[in-house]
């Protein structure tokens, strides 16, 4: 299972757990707090990935307009 198939299926799980169980009001502000750290996390590696796909494509537009084939 890839990362992001984890990722989901964990978003699943924690979706199906906060329509089940009823939180106090510290919990889930802890849970949000928890939450918001991920994204921040996951935003980070998303320009990172994205930083580099560019990269990629920087270079591939940069042979291609060169007629370079390496």
């Known amino acids: 299972m890839s990362a992001t198939e984890k990722i989901r299926v964990e978003l699943c ?6 329509n089940e169980k009823e939180y106090s009001e510290p ?4 849970l949000f707090k928890e939450i918001e750290d991920v994204i921040k996390q996951m935003t ?4 990172t990935i994205f ?5 990629f494509k920087s270079r591939d537009l940069r042979k291609t307009i060169d007629g370079d084939p390496e």
């Open 51 to 55: 930083a580099k796909l560019f990269s």
């Open 44 to 47: 980070q590696l998303r320009g």
């Open 13 to 18: 799980r924690l979706r199906q757990q906060l």
């Open 27 to 30: 919990e889930l502000e802890a």
